[in-house]
């Protein structure tokens, strides 16, 4: 090599720097191996890494050759802001109204590119066996949260039980409802009471995560929004990346992959049978993304 002609001096300053470089560059190496690999696994940021669903995902995306690390978090407010400062490749946890009051509130760019369920958010009642028997001026408990709110307005709206002001836009609240053309009234409540308030009521939303606990058999809801339902769209769970990262090909494998029999039967079964997969393209998921933030900005 032309290398080896230059002389000792050279040779041994050559050798020195490869010294330094070997010492203070293994973070350095990592990041140059390709995304995905063993040396440099694609980091997703959820909440509850225990869920059975991914182990198997894990399983299949290694034998697709793509290596992952499943980073867990405790609480919700933890994976954007790390995956915005780049501590992660990736998370799925949250809905995308999660997701488009993250990006306003901090002016960000995080970006869905895939989808995996519906949680649905359901009407039970103790006093009536279907939607039909609530009465004209019926009282109806709805979680007084922002989020969850809005979601139970537009369950009691696509129910037929109420309408809603066609400006109420992706975040209404019981000041949207036009009461002339709505049967029933709502009472807003901690959305842990809407269990307890089913003895004094006709019926109420019950968030998914309050429906086991209660002993309420999801069999038995009245009456309840899916992956289809237009109300439901702001509440798509997804995958989701830096903007800038939005069309990576690995990433886009990695939802290809989660979206496998295998791995949503299992996310299935951890629901209770609750969920309802949703496969929407990040194309949509990212229009309503957009028309969702626009409605937060304004």
Same mark, same amino acid.
């Given at each position: 090599?032309?290398? =080896?002609?230059?002389?000792?001096?050279?040779? =041994?300053?050559?050798?020195?720097?490869? $010294? @330094?470089?070997?010492?203070?560059?293994? /973070?350095?190496?990592?990041?140059?191996?390709?995304?995905?690999?063993?040396?440099?696994?694609?980091?997703?940021?959820?909440?509850?890494?225990?869920?059975?669903?991914?182990?198997?995902?894990?399983?299949?995306?290694?034998?697709?050759?793509?290596?992952?690390?499943? #980073?867990?978090?405790?609480?919700?407010?933890?994976?954007?802001? /790390? @995956?915005?400062?780049?501590?992660?490749?990736?998370?799925?946890?949250?809905?995308?109204?999660?997701?488009?009051?993250?990006?306003?509130?901090?002016?960000?760019? @995080?970006?869905?590119?895939? /989808?995996?369920?519906?949680?649905?958010?359901?009407?039970?009642?103790?006093?009536?066996?279907?939607?039909?028997?609530?009465?004209?001026?019926?009282?109806?408990?709805?979680?007084?949260?922002?989020?969850?709110?809005?979601?139970? @307005?537009?369950?009691?709206?696509?129910?037929?039980?109420? $309408?809603?002001?066609?400006? =109420?836009?992706?975040?209404?609240?019981?000041?949207?409802?036009?009461?002339? &053309?709505?049967?029933? $009234?709502?009472?807003?409540?901690?959305?842990?009471?809407?269990? #307890?308030?089913?003895?004094?009521?006709?019926?109420?939303?019950?968030?998914?995560?309050?429906?086991?606990?209660?002993?309420?058999?999801?069999?038995?809801?009245?009456?309840?929004?899916?992956?289809?339902?237009?109300?439901?769209?702001?509440?798509?769970?997804?995958?989701?990346?830096?903007?800038?990262?939005?069309?990576?090909?690995?990433?886009?494998?990695?939802?290809?992959?989660?979206?496998?029999?295998? #791995?949503?039967?299992?996310?299935?079964?951890?629901?209770?049978?609750?969920?309802?997969?949703?496969?929407?393209?990040?194309?949509?998921?990212?229009?309503?993304?957009?028309?969702?933030? /626009?409605?937060?900005? &304004?």
């Amino acid at each position: 090599m032309t290398y =080896a002609r230059r002389g000792a001096v050279l040779a =041994a300053s050559a050798a020195l720097a490869l $010294t @330094l470089s070997a010492c203070g560059g293994a /973070a350095s190496s990592d990041a140059e191996a390709e995304k995905g690999s063993e040396e440099n696994p694609v980091r997703i940021g959820v909440v509850g890494a225990s869920d059975p669903q991914w182990p198997i995902f894990e399983r299949l995306a290694e034998e697709d050759g793509i290596h992952v690390e499943i #980073v867990n978090f405790s609480d919700y407010t933890q994976p954007n802001p /790390a @995956l915005s400062q780049g501590e992660l490749d990736l998370n799925q946890f949250q809905h995308i109204l999660y997701l488009a009051q993250y990006n306003v509130a901090d002016d960000q760019d @995080l970006t869905p590119i895939g /989808a995996t369920a519906v949680y649905p958010l359901a009407l039970y009642s103790l006093e009536h066996g279907d939607v039909e028997e609530i009465p004209d001026g019926g009282e109806i408990a709805i979680p007084n949260d922002v989020t969850n709110q809005a979601r139970a @307005l537009f369950v009691l709206e696509e129910a037929g039980l109420l $309408t809603l002001a066609e400006d =109420a836009g992706v975040v209404p609240d019981p000041t949207d409802i036009v009461e002339e &053309e709505s049967s029933v $009234t709502v009472s807003p409540v901690d959305a842990n009471q809407t269990v #307890v308030a089913l003895d004094s009521v006709d019926a109420s939303i019950v968030n998914n995560d309050f429906v086991d606990d209660a002993g309420l058999d999801p069999s038995d809801a009245l009456f309840q929004d899916s992956a289809e339902s237009e109300g439901a769209r702001p509440y798509i769970n997804v995958w989701a990346s830096r903007g800038d990262e939005a069309d990576n090909e690995t990433y886009a494998r990695l939802v290809e992959i989660f979206q496998q029999e295998e #791995v949503t039967d299992a996310l299935l079964e951890n629901s209770g049978g609750t969920a309802s997969l949703a496969d929407q393209p990040a194309e949509e998921l990212q229009e309503i993304l957009a028309e969702v933030e /626009a409605s937060l900005s &304004e």
